[in-house]
């Protein structure tokens, strides 16, 4: 069996979104206006002017009027940095979303929700070890809350932090370590079994060490749950074509975009393969059967040629 690249490992594995540092690197300044303007002079005004933000959705207003609260100590300092994070982090400024974890932190270290939040974050900048470190800790203060006895014990109840687990599978997978990173999903499993991206993200790590009909059973689990789960399709396409049954591979990506894109993203795998003449025939398919032009499956088709002519030097 052809062993996956890790690029490839982390473009499909599902679970943390993809986020980009921010040229602004630090919090906002509580003292000086920035997306409102009101600066309250009570914790009384400063809780109307959160409430008017979070009424306009409008997420500079939120993180001003968070930012303006801090300086009363009627508030708890802890939620305000975490409400400014996620802000952050939606908005996909990095530094300040870090910044403001840690703040969260700082102002009270019990606080797991925040200790998650950062190493997820941290899990999306490629930090892999600091991020590993943080969710296991997560998981540590859980399970000494559920009284479990023995080291690797998975004891959870439905408070439990299914997002930590899932984040420590995968990392397990990205090391390569499918067997651990399958532990951890069924421990997130176990708290949210309802949700497709879990049993995507474990059909996803059998079809990563050769177990396909693990995988397909864990992957239309995860279809099933939801039938627009686009990646759950993506991925359940990806193996049915390792597998050779490339006929129910383009059947799958057909659930969730057009018989072009289907064909494109049939060839672009085969492409990554190695199979350079057989993604060439696909890439041409994908422009035959688009009703307009197609240039990205254009370019592939140029890129596949060239690959298969250097691969026949």
């Known amino acids: 069996m052809?062993?996956?690249?890790?690029?490839?490992?982390?473009?499909?594995?599902?679970g943390c979104a993809a986020t980009s540092d921010s040229p602004q690197e630090t919090l906002p300044d509580a003292t000086a206006p920035g997306a409102g303007v009101i600066k309250p002079s009570s914790a009384a005004e400063a809780r109307m002017l959160i409430s008017q933000s979070q009424t306009s959705g409008n997420p500079d207003a939120m993180i001003y009027a968070y930012s303006q609260a801090l300086a009363f100590r009627e508030f708890n300092k802890a939620d305000l940095y975490l409400a400014i994070a996620r802000l952050e982090q939606q908005r996909r400024n990095n530094s300040r979303a870090e910044q403001a974890y840690r703040e969260a932190l700082a102002a009270d270290g019990k606080r797991q929700d925040a200790k998650e939040g950062l190493a997820l974050l941290l899990v999306d900048m490629k930090r892999h070890q600091e991020a590993e470190s943080l969710l296991q800790e997560v998981v540590a203060a859980d399970q000494a809350r559920l009284g479990a006895s023995a080291e690797g014990q998975c004891?959870?109840?439905?408070?439990?932090?299914?997002?930590?687990?899932?984040?420590l599978g995968l990392l397990a997978d990205i090391m390569e370590q499918g067997s651990r990173a399958r532990e951890h999903?069924?421990?997130?499993?176990?708290?949210?079994?309802?949700?497709?991206?879990?049993?995507?993200?474990?059909?996803?790590?059998?079809?990563?060490?050769?177990?396909y009909p693990q995988a397909e059973r864990a992957l239309t689990r995860a279809v099933n749950q939801d039938p627009e789960y686009q990646r759950g399709w993506s991925n359940l396409g990806l193996l049915y074509y390792r597998w050779g049954r490339k006929s129910e591979a383009l059947s799958a990506l057909?659930?969730?975009?057009?018989?072009?894109?289907?064909?494109?993203?049939?060839?672009?795998?085969?492409?990554?393969?190695?199979?350079?003449?057989?993604?060439?025939?696909?890439?041409?398919?994908?422009?035959?059967a688009s009703p307009r032009y197609y240039p990205k499956a254009v370019e592939n088709l140029g890129q596949a040629k060239t690959m298969s002519a250097v691969g026949k030097r």
Request: hydrophobic share 40%.
């Open 2 to 14: 052809k062993k996956i690249t890790i690029p490839l490992v982390l473009l499909l594995l599902s």
């Open 185 to 211: 999903y069924q421990c997130a499993l176990a708290i949210q079994p309802g949700l497709a991206m879990l049993h995507g993200n474990l059909g996803f790590s059998y079809y990563l060490d050769g177990e």
């Open 155 to 167: 004891r959870t109840d439905n408070q439990s932090p299914w997002r930590s687990y899932n984040g």
């Open 254 to 288: 057909r659930k969730v975009m057009s018989q072009a894109e289907a064909l494109n993203d049939l060839g672009y795998i085969a492409m990554m393969e190695g199979e350079y003449e057989e993604a060439a025939g696909l890439f041409q398919r994908a422009i035959d």
